[in-house]
């Protein structure tokens, strides 16, 4: 998410606001870079602020309109639920964004981080500088997340004239990742100490791949566990029950047909949502 003319306009309209509540930004303003939110505090808030207005003004008027319309008791509940439910539901969305991009994006570059240091173990065998491995990493688009994050290593280097001990010490502050930071950490100390990269690196590889392998090892066996609870409730068990009810059902004169058309169109669907997000979440996604 990058600034706008939008977000620009929304600061300078509540900036006055902003300057009278006198909050400290320090914190807000490293947590909106954790999430690769391009905005200051100022601007994003005052966004979100004008979003929930507007959010509220327009589900407020359409709704309205509806119950001029339409006058009666629903419609009016509809007016008062529809215009608080949306502007609640706005503000609560773009207040936690920033906190859930920042976890996701952890998430992501401590999935590919044991193949990155793979790749910087290789450059520094060969000779290269930190920088300039950085920069390698800032052009591989394998990397998801981290590939943005060596980006910024390289733009404090390259643009801004800082040197690499300056940049890494930036790059800890700002990352979203723990064992990101603590590998950038132990470059510093290398570095600062003297010593050579090479071996460093090379500790790191084989730490990172082994717990990822082991990760790896507990997710196949989370979605095989998965897989069976899947077949065994919402494949077998609709069945049996489909089987048991039409038996019933010809004993005792009938089928409860709304009771079939409840599971077959509420039931079922639903649990197979529930099971896609389950898989989805287990699928090498928290490493």
Partial sequence: MKSTAYSRFCRRLFSKLFEHLNISETSRNRLLEKADISMVYQEYYSMVLMNIIIGFTVSFLSTLIVYLLLPNQITALLLLTVSSVVP????????????????????????????????INTMSVAGISPA???EALSEVELYGEL???????????????????????????????EKFKEFLQGILGVIMSGSELTPYFQ???????????????????????????????????????????SIMGMTSG??????LFILAFLILPLAYFGFYVMMKSGMGESV
């Fill in 132 to 134: 300039e491995i950085f």
């Fill in 88 to 119: 609640v539901a706005i503000g609560l969305y773009y207040i936690t964004l920033p906190a859930s991009k920042a976890k996701s994006r952890g998430k992501n570059i401590d999935r590919f981080l044991p193949y990155a240091t793979n790749f």
């Fill in 203 to 245: 500790r790191c590889v084989d730490k990172y791949m082994e717990r990822d392998l082991i990760e790896r090892k507990k997710n196949l066996e989370s979605l095989a566990v998965m897989a069976e609870a899947f077949v065994v409730t919402v494949i077998a068990f609709p069945l049996f029950l489909v089987i048991i009810i």
């Fill in 147 to 177: 590939q943005k994050e060596a980006k910024k290593i390289v733009t404090e280097i390259d643009m801004m004239g800082v040197d690499t001990i300056t940049a890494l010490k930036h790059a800890i502050q700002i990352s979203p990742s």
């Fill in 254 to 259: 009938g089928i409860s047909f709304e009771f």
